[in-house]
């Protein structure tokens, strides 16, 4: 019913401070701890502009960080805020007024307000730093301790903020329709041990309110007064719940009632009280607030290592295979510890190899918690708590967390049970109580300890708490580990004695006791039958009217002779209201009548009246009752007239003859009792063989639905493995599209870019694809694929590429030629096979390379060579210019008739050759001029003195030749000497 979290043991974390490390600092009020993850940032900057800079409170924020990369978090937090905000190192005391933010790559606790830091121990998928800190916070501050959940993915802090909640804090959930992430939040508010949830600007107010409230106590720790105030609250509880608190210590509900009045916005316990009585959905929710369903798996370790060490092995020994261990977990909150039990008896029959029969009962009063125990699904937290090797062998990962196996949770029975007014479960071997009685009052805690002794068999094992004990019975028990509070029962009968005195009740409650069924009267036939009444009354004997279970539901005459009124609780069954010489009459009647065999029977009984003897006739009859299916029972009494008087020897004889039928009588009596007995014990044999039969069907009923539930449940695993694969395969063929579609994009782009036209045929020569620059060749349009590409008209003159493709085809020889277009463009064609990537061949794949500039060049080039060959044989000096007057090219005749070389002559200025030989106004006149080259033929005689050669008379003829391009042409010379002039 009520468990609570340990506090770490020590040397699983940091070096543990002492108590006094913090002194000389600022304590604060109370500890404040964020957590968040993805979308955490914004959140941590709005509550710290939102909360007031000196609220005495100290701050420590959780984050997921990248343990690969140094942190910058506090820096960026100091623009949000006045306070202080420091990066926590290991030893550092949490001061008020100050925020202290996780480094990366390190787990954070807090011991006597002392930050301690570690390197993780979990990998970094496992990883929970915000379930750490909450749980060491809520050891080590209490009640005071406030963990807030605020944006993240996942469910880190949900475990965290159940240990605060365990603890009497406050726990505070972000709204998560405010949050950018809303996993973390939302898990926690599933969990149901979040207190409240709002916006994230909101809290702050909250929490100053909270730190008003926890300093001046509305509700007094304990004492009378504690308890005049709680008891019209606790009223109201019981009269909504059945449940009494009123033996919980005061503290606890204290805490606990604030924290609704809290939430609720009131002040006064009166006021709540009332508040209580006119909304009792809030009675409901006082009762789950009441409930510390705080609990984990295999919690202190070292409790289970020495059941599975020590305790179990013992117990198993020496016990037949055909005989149960019986096990009760009492208080198993969310059956957690029920299961770790159940982990640990699976572990040890695989290690001894053996199959023992184990029953294990965890029992509870929240039904929520155990309707969560035996659905067995649990946050995926648990992996802090649970190593490895058991989560992978007892448990199954689904999509909400880890669902316990079927064979574990097929070992527990869950039952909705109270301690403290339910009669126990008996003859266990392990009874396993931690954590509950340490919230119950001393007195109420001496009452449990004899009923767990009686619960369990003589030299059955107790397991508490290591902060409970047996108080006082030392008698009851015998230690085994006094440190784990580990105890073997005595075999002695004082804890029945101490529980027959006890004062608590098993007995049904009377608030939920069946109400008896109402058999409707038949109303009288008629009101003036007054006659019958009289007669009634004059001469009908005393009788009832009884239903076949003998429950009265009429009375006539006076019965106050033959019924009387049974000691103890009240009832109206006529065998029960039977005086003892009558009783066993009526009961025969009864049994006969509810087997069909009694119509109507009448015997005499000797009946004692006011000290005599005196015999009355009873009689039964069998009666129709109102309804057709439903038959009632008359019983009549009707004493005998006594004997007339007689004379004195008859009286004599008489009273001899008493004894002897006092005698015959009590034989009479005998005899019905051994009749009574015997028809008992044979309906209980036929009771018992109808049970083992239906037993027996329902067994072979619940085989087969076990069957049908295995394969069932095996259809499922193997479904969800298809659906795995078939997801898996998804994935990778959606991967592989992607792959695709990026590589069709590539080479889109890559033959856009190439300008080289590529026509795809299949085997066929039907068009596969081509690209853009294939349509300067072929008239081509998107719908032409899949057509023969010959039913396309080509832009090539004298080529028959379709008879070379068929030729590649078969010969798998590329083709290779140059192909020329109507408008003069020419291209360099190549047709290859297609191969696929299993060298297959496929068809063939056309390109078109545009080669026009190099063809012209070509050709020019050829002109060029035939141009200077031409030039180099003339005869005449010959020399050509650019439009600069540099030399181009000079003849063989002008370099042998004015002298020089080519390779002083050519790319050099005209005038300057031959040590500016040229440089003179005549040819200046010739080549400078408006119409210097421009007449073609003409030619003008020139005289001029030449280095070596003389005085020449030169006739000379230009000539410019025009570019194509419109660009300034070539001058050609040509030079013929002249005989000289007469003198």
Not at 253 to 265: D, F, K, P, S
Not at 350 to 367: L, P, S
Not at 515 to 528: C, G, M, W
Not at 674 to 699: D, F, P, R, W
Request: proline share 5%.
């Amino acid at each position: 019913m009520v468990t609570k979290k340990q506090p770490p043991s020590a040397g699983t974390g940091p070096t543990a401070l002492p108590a006094d490390a913090a002194l000389n600092v600022a304590t604060p009020g109370q500890v404040v701890a964020l957590g968040a993850s993805a979308g955490g940032l914004e959140a941590f900057e709005q509550f710290l502009r939102a909360m007031p800079p000196d609220s005495g409170m100290g701050f420590v924020l959780v984050q997921h960080l990248d343990p690969t990369h140094p942190s910058i978090l506090a820096e960026i937090l100091r623009r949000s805020t006045p306070m202080t905000v420091v990066e926590a190192t290991d030893g550092m005391p949490v001061q008020a007024n100050r925020v202290h933010v996780i480094p990366p790559n390190r787990d954070m606790v807090i011991s006597h307000g002392v930050l301690g830091l570690s390197l993780p121990t979990e990998p970094r998928g496992r990883h929970l730093p915000i379930d750490s800190f909450f749980r060491a916070l809520a050891a080590d501050q209490a009640e005071a301790a406030v963990g807030i959940i605020l944006s993240g993915t996942g469910t880190d802090g949900t475990l965290g903020i159940r240990a605060i909640h365990g603890a009497g804090g406050l726990g505070l959930v972000q709204e998560p329709a405010t949050a950018r992430f809303d996993g973390m939040p939302a898990s926690a508010l599933k969990s149901g041990f979040a207190t409240q949830a709002l916006a994230v600007e909101a809290m702050p107010a909250l929490l100053l309110a909270h730190a008003r409230r926890l300093g001046s106590r509305a509700v007094a720790a304990d004492g009378d007064g504690a308890s005049a105030r709680l008891a019209g609250v606790l009223m109201q509880l019981r009269l909504g719940t059945g449940h009494d608190f009123s033996q919980y210590k005061k503290s606890t509900l204290g805490r606990r009632i604030e924290r609704r009045m809290t939430q609720q916005g009131i002040d006064d316990i009166a006021t709540y009280e009332r508040f209580l009585k006119e909304h009792p959905p809030e009675v409901q929710t006082l009762f789950r607030e009441m409930l510390i369903n705080v609990t984990s798996f295999f919690r202190d370790t070292a409790v289970f290592d020495t059941l599975k060490r020590d305790v179990l092995p013992a117990m198993l020994a020496q016990r037949p295979e055909n005989e149960a261990l019986r096990v009760w977990v009492a208080g198993c909150a969310t059956g957690e510890e029920a299961y770790s039990v159940a982990m640990l008896l699976r572990e040890l029959a695989d290690e001894h190899k053996r199959d023992w029969q184990v029953q294990i009962y965890g029992t509870d009063i929240d039904a929520d918690a155990v309707a969560v125990a035996r659905a067995g699904l649990y946050p995926p937290n648990i992996a802090q708590d649970v190593t490895p090797e058991r989560l992978r062998r007892f448990f199954v990962k689904e999509e909400g967390g880890y669902r316990v196996r079927k064979e574990i949770r097929e070992m527990v029975v869950f039952a909705v049970q109270s301690v403290i007014k339910d009669p126990p479960f008996t003859r266990l071997d392990l009874l396993t109580c931690r954590n509950l009685l340490i919230y119950l009052e001393p007195e109420l805690q001496e009452r449990l300890v004899p009923i767990f002794h009686y619960a369990l068999r003589p030299g059955g094992v107790l397991c508490l708490s290591p902060s409970e004990s047996i108080g006082s019975h030392g008698e009851l028990f015998e230690t085994l580990d006094r440190r784990l509070n580990i105890y073997r029962a005595r075999p002695t009968v004082a804890s029945r004695r101490a529980v027959i005195s006890s004062r608590l009740s098993w007995t049904t409650d009377r608030a939920g006791a069946a109400l008896p069924v109402v058999v409707s009267k038949p109303r009288e036939t008629a009101a003036a039958d007054l006659a019958r009444r009289t007669l009634l009354q004059a001469f009908a004997p005393a009788s009832v009217l009884t239903d076949l279970q003998g429950d009265i539901l009429y009375v006539h005459g006076e019965t106050g002779r033959f019924l009387r009124l049974a000691p103890g609780q009240p009832t109206h069954n006529v065998v029960d209201m039977a005086t003892e010489s009558l009783q066993l009459d009526v009961r025969e009647a009864l049994q006969k009548a509810a087997s069909g065999d009694l119509s109507l029977t009448s015997r005499e009984v000797l009946h004692k009246i006011d000290n005599d003897m005196q015999t009355v006739t009873l009689s039964v009859r069998a009666i129709a009752g109102p309804e057709p299916s439903r038959s009632l029972l008359l019983f009549s009494f009707q004493e005998l007239d006594p004997s007339p008087a007689r004379s004195p020897a008859r009286r004599r004889k008489a009273g001899a003859s008493t004894e002897a039928q006092r005698v015959q009588a009590l034989e009479h009596e005998l005899m019905l009792s051994k009749q009574t007995l015997g028809a008992m014990v044979e309906e209980q044999q036929i009771s018992n063989e109808e049970l083992q039969s239906t037993n027996e069907e329902l067994q072979s009923t619940n085989e087969e639905l076990q069957s049908t539930n295995e394969e069932l449940e095996t259809s499922k695993e193997e479904l969800q493995s298809v659906n795995e694969e078939l997801v898996t395969v998804n994935s990778e063929l959606q991967i592989k599209v992607e792959q695709l579609t990026g590589m069709q994009d590539d080479m889109k782009n890559l033959l856009d870019n190439i300008s080289v036209g590529s026509i795809f045929l299949d085997r066929r020569l039907l068009i596969r694809r081509f690209t853009r620059d294939a349509t300067a060749v072929y008239r081509l349009v998107p719908s032409d694929v899949g057509r023969p590409l010959s039913d396309i008209r080509c832009e090539l003159q004298d080529v028959d590429l379709l008879a070379d493709a068929q030729s590649v085809l078969d010969t798998l020889a590329p083709v290779e030629r140059e192909v020329r277009t109507a408008g003069n463009t020419w291209y360099l064609a190549r047709i290859k096979p297609y191969r696929t990537m299993d060298n297959v061949i496929d068809g063939v794949v056309l390109t078109f390379n545009d080669v026009t500039e190099r063809v012209l060049a070509l050709a020019m080039r050829q002109a060029r060579d035939l141009a200077e060959a031409v030039v180099d044989t003339v005869y005449e000096p010959l020399v050509v210019l650019d439009s600069s007057l540099l030399v181009l090219t000079a003849n063989r005749a002008f370099l042998s008739l004015f002298g020089g070389q080519a390779a002083d002559t050519l790319g050099r200025a005209f005038y300057d050759i031959g040590q500016r030989q040229w440089d003179f106004v005549a040819m200046h006149e010739l080549l400078d001029g408006p119409s210097g080259g421009q007449c073609l033929g003409e030619d003008r005689v020139l005289s001029h003195d030449f280095a070596g050669i003389g005085r020449q008379q030169l006739r000379v003829r230009t000539r410019r030749v025009a570019l194509q391009n419109g660009a300034a042409g070539l001058v050609l010379v040509s030079f013929a000497t002249e005989p000289a002039p007469p003198a």
